[in-house]
Structure formats: C-alpha cells, structure tokens
C-alpha cells in the first residue's frame, strides 16, 4: 500500500499485504531517498518500532527493505514443542489400540556402519518408541557387511506380524545399492515413506502413498499447526534430494500450491526465492539463504542441520540451517530454528507413521 508526500513516493515493505504508514515525519529526510518512519503497522509484521525504509523515487515498485531489517519480528515456529504435542497425542491413541485390540505397533530399525550422527538419530528413534508405547526392533550391522545380510534382514521383518513399520537409516555404507535396499521392505510396512510405488503415488493425482517420507511430512504439519495457508501461494523448495526436497515439492503441489524447485544448477536462486511465500530449504549449505534472498513475511522452514566449527561449545561445533537465521527472522513473517525446529518433527512423523500402519493393518480406526 502506497502514501505519497510531495517528493517521494512511500511504499511500506510488503505491497502485498494491508501494511499501512500510520505517520511519517518528512522533515526528516536521509539522503538517497532514505525517509525514517515514525511506525509501520502491519498483520505480518505487527507494531513496529520506529524504522528505516529506503524508496525508488524513479521506480517507486521497486522497494527496497534492506534497511527495514533491524530487528527480529518473525514468529518462531517451535517443532521441538508441536512434535511433543504430536507424541503426547500418539502415546494416547497407542493406549486406546492396546486396550480395544491388544495390539502394540512395533517398529523394526535397521543401522549399517559406524556413523555417529546416524548411531544418534537411531538411538532417539528408539527412545522416543518407548515413550509412545511403540515396540522397537534394532539391527545393527558392520560398515562392511554384505548387501545380502541387509536384505535378509529386511525380509525377516516384512515376514514378522510384530513389526507394523521397517527403516533403513540412510546414508547407508557406498559399496549397498541404496535403491535396492529401499525396494525390499514392503509397502505396507515402509513407514520412511522411501518406497518407489510410496513416491510414485505421491507424484500421482488420484492416488494415495501409504506412508509420506517423515523429514517433508513434519515440514506440512508445521505449517498446517501455524495455520499458515499453503493453497494458491509461491512455494519454493531449495534442493531436490530423494528424502526431502522432492517429496516436500510434491506435498506442497498436492496442498495446491504454486510450487518451483531452486537447485545446483538454477540461475540466479535469489530471484525466484525473493517471490516465494514459503520457503522449504533442504540443502545442506550453512546459512546459504541470506535475509535479500526473502520476501517480507514469507514463511521459512529450514531443514538445513549443518555443524559449523564454534570452539565456545562444549562439542567443538554448533548447528546451523540452510537460512541465515539472523538475517532472516527481522524480515520473514515466521522461521524455524535450528535445532529445534524440523528434526523433532521428523521423529513424531516416523512414530505417527508406525501408528498409521498398525492401525492399518489391524483395521483399527
Ligand atoms: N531412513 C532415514 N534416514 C534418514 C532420515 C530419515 O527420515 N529416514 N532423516 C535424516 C536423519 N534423521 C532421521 O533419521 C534425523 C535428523 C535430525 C533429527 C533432529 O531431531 N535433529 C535435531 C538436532 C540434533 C542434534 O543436536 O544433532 C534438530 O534439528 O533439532 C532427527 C532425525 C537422514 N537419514
Ligand atoms: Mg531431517
């Protein structure tokens, strides 16, 4: 929404939304066009204090917020508290299906190699299945151990009427054909998500996945418990990876959003960002997003979970997304951290997938 004075055309910073200048002090003009604002109201931004906006006279569509960015205003969307809503909600059901059918979901894990951060994510999975009642199953296998021994593995618990969900922890060691291991568990049981016919019928219009891959499944439940509309809006997801990117591009269009996919090779990433209304940026590159890469009061969900070296941590490192954190909340309208945001989601998904399939295949409802 614009306010004209008699040399300069004001714009406030998102055109888009009912943001209006309640009262501006011309007098106190800044070079270059650069005029103080006494307050900006706006729904996306809320009371603002007083701020800096800089305005193009000559192409006055042309705004510019840079200097707008000088204090945090986005909403923290808390992943840690919504997936412990999410468990909370799990361990009651679980205890209803116990005590109407006696049947308790159980989960069957399956960890090749010595990777610690995949020894870690399996060892939570486990105890976030004692916490909701859900049995859990766990193989461990040598770095070196044959692709045979996995699906061997994979078989028995297709065959066991105990497990009702199998995982493989990805990635797994480089001599296994991942594709093949991800074809061996059975769809009914492939609580990851990751199974061809799962993807495939996500890709479909008409057709249903049995399982939705957890990491992009908790990215949509995010956005659905804000209550942020998706339907119609500019969604763009950053990275195309089989695990997020891609299912995050396929939920998002099947929430009929206006979806586009920035990758290694796009072209200037930035401009197709700028016009996003959502982001979902799953790339694995530290702080790669930068605060001019965001439309005002977009939403963002950073999926992003990189170590960066900080010696003033105990570990040595501390984690950080794929969006510049700092830069991004004074201009977004709500962001997840990292930690905190996207990763306890995808555990209360894989537990809600397990849930989903025991359910299932006990049709109970
Ligand atoms: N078979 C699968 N493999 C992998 C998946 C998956 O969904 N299925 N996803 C990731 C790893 N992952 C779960 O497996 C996972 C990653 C991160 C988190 C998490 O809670 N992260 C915390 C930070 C943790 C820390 O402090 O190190 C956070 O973001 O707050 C949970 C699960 C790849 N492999
Ligand atoms: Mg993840």
Redo the contacts with the bound molecule.
Sequence with gaps: MASASSSLVLFAADSSSSARLTSFNTNNKLPNGVVQFKRLISPQFGLQKPKTIMTHVSNPLSYCVASMATEASAKVIDG?SVAKDIQNEITAEISRMKSEIGVVPGLAVILVGDRKDSA??VR??KKSCESVGIKSYEVCLPQDCREEEVLEHISSFNNDPAVHGI????PLPSHMNEQSILNAVCIEKDV?GFHPLNIGRLAMRGREPLFV???PKGCIELLHRYNVDIKGKNAVVIGRSN?VGMPAALLLQREDATVSIVHSKTKNPQEITKQADIIIAAVGQPNMVRGSWIKPGAVLIDVG?NPVEDSTRPRGYR?VGDICYEEACKIASAITP???????M??AM?LSNTLTSAKRIHNFS
């Design positions: 840690k870690t994510y939570n999975k995982l493989v922890q990805l990851d891959p957890c990491t695990i979970i984690l990292v930690p905190g945001g996207v990763g306890p995808t555990i894989l």
